[in-house]
């Protein structure tokens, strides 16, 4: 770069203003190079509110201390916390072929990892509203309702138009866009993907047991169940099953939702209330082939979806975020454009591989757990106790989930 165009703020544009996009656009204005910056952030949807009055919101996340640690980077971590987070301290995995009290069961606790919480149950909205006040501080907007519709490559950058038709040619152009991303579609980068035969159902339960700061996993041959505390005493299920249970559950009367969901966690909590909204997401794994092309990247869902049976998805992509605002900080520093290959390949690279690691351990869980021959049944369950007994490996294990590794 020459002294003129140092001089110059480079432009960046966002598109998605979900809690990747929103987490990136925040660390970037925070970071001590923002003065170097201009950042846009442009979104189809409407602006997500959050509202301390009002119920918990149906969308929940498992927040992991990794991703703690970059909110708090971003400068909303305690906020967040001291509004409406539940942490969590121990975590029971068991197989529907076993019993939450038999040796096969995976017990993860807190203070085994030198930690106080394994992870903060959180609502994304209130990641969003904290992530968005925070860059309203900075005096940085984000334009909602202004859907993306157009992206083409113009030399070694991409031209992209909005609905209210003004061309942008950014420097760098991020998508952020989700897992239907229309950015990287635009852009011809090829998608890898498949579908899993299961949708997510989720709603809050009241338990008729205290839920002890626990997150609950059963695997069920159809598919895990997981009861995850919520800060108010009740827990927010995720039920990935059959695509047929998934839609009797969101028809089903509250006594025969709560006496389903009771059924497929065993009891754990005892009997269980529905009290919220419902829903249902259709389930599938895939991954973007490049993250990088001159003048443009891919982060979180717009990159990667996963299974969301290990609670990682969004926290990959704050992981992404993170990553990615070090090496545009690096290129900088090195008097690099951020937008040519070298400083996204960086990225490239140090993201891709983790994630695809992520992706495939998923993957085969959900495929490992799926299987209904007894002798994998017996499998399960030796894999299951030799593993609570293998030190080092759960130890790794554990410190990957956590976000830890970084
Ligand atoms: C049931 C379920 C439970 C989950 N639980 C967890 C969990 O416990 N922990 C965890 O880490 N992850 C979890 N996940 C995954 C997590 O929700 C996602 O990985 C995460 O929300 C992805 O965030 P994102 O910002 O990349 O994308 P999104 O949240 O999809 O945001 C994309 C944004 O882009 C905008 N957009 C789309 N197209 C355009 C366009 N053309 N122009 C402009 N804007 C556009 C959209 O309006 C949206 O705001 C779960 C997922 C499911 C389905």
């Given at each position: ?7 110059e703020?480079f ?5 998605g ?9 925040t ?7 923002a003065e ?15 509202d301390i ?13 990794g991703?703690?640690?970059i909110l708090s ?11 409406r ?5 121990a975590?029971?995995?068991w ?6 009290d038999?040796?096969?069961t ?11 919480e394994?992870?903060?149950i ?15 501080g ?11 519709h ?15 038709a003004?061309?942008?040619?950014p ?12 950015v ?10 498949w ?6 159902f ?5 338990p ?5 700061d626990?997150?609950?996993q059963?695997?069920?041959?159809s598919?895990?169940?997981a009861l995850?505390?919520l800060?108010?005493?009740r ?20 006594e ?20 919220g909204?419902?829903g ?19 982060v ?8 969301p049976?290990?609670g990682?998805?969004a926290n990959?992509?704050l992981?992404?975020a ?8 690096d290129?900088l520093a ?17 993201r ?5 690691l992520m992706?495939?351990?998923?993957d ?43």
């Amino acid at each position: 770069m020459n002294d003129q165009q140092m001089k110059e703020p480079f432009d960046i544009v966002i598109v998605g203003a979900g809690m990747v996009g929103l987490t990136l656009a925040t660390l970037l204005v925070e970071s001590e190079f923002a003065e170097s910056l201009r950042v846009t952030v442009v979104d189809s949807g409407n602006e997500p509110r959050f509202d301390i009055s009002a119920d918990v919101d149906l969308r929940v996340s498992a927040i992991s201390p990794g991703s703690a640690e970059i909110l708090s980077r971003a400068g909303v971590w305690q906020e967040i916390r001291s509004m409406r987070a539940c942490p969590f301290v121990a975590m029971r995995v068991w197989d529907a072929d076993g019993s939450v009290d038999g040796p096969e069961t995976l017990c993860f606790d807190a203070a085994d990892f030198a930690l106080a919480e394994l992870g903060n149950i959180v609502e994304n909205t209130l990641v969003q509203d904290r992530l968005l006040r925070r860059l309203a501080g900075h005096g940085q907007r984000v334009q909602f309702g202004a859907k993306i519709h157009s992206v083409r490559g113009a030399g070694d950058r991409f031209l992209m138009t909005a609905a209210d038709a003004t061309p942008i040619r950014p420097e760098l152009l991020i998508a952020a866009d989700g897992s239907n991303s229309f950015v990287r579609t635009a852009a011809g980068i090829p998608l890898h993907a498949w579908r899993y035969a299961q949708s997510a159902f989720v709603t809050h339960l009241r338990p008729e047991q205290q839920h002890s700061d626990t997150a609950w996993q059963r695997f069920l041959r159809s598919g895990p169940i997981a009861l995850l505390p919520l800060a108010d005493g009740r827990v927010s299920v995720v039920w990935s099953t059959s695509d047929e249970l998934a839609r009797q559950a969101l028809a089903a009367s509250d006594e025969e939702l709560g006496r389903m969901l009771a059924q497929a966690s065993d009891f754990v909590l005892g009997k269980l209330s529905p009290c919220g909204p419902r829903g249902s997401f259709a389930l599938r794994a895939q991954y973007a082939a490049k993250y990088a092309l001159p003048g443009l990247v891919l982060v979180g869902d717009a990159a990667h979806s996963v299974h969301p049976l290990a609670g990682q998805g969004a926290n990959l992509g704050l992981a992404d975020a993170a990553v990615l605002t070090d090496a545009i900080g690096d290129a900088l520093a090195r008097g690099e454009y951020p937008g040519d290959l070298p400083c996204l390949r960086r990225y490239e690279r140090a993201r891709k591989g983790a994630n695809q690691l992520m992706l495939r351990f998923i993957d085969s869980i959900s495929g490992l757990f799926a299987n209904e021959s007894a002798t994998v049944s017996r499998l399960r369950g030796g894999g299951m106790r030799l593993f609570n007994h293998s030190g080092p490996v759960r130890r790794q294990v554990a410190r990957v989930a956590l976000g830890l590794r970084r």
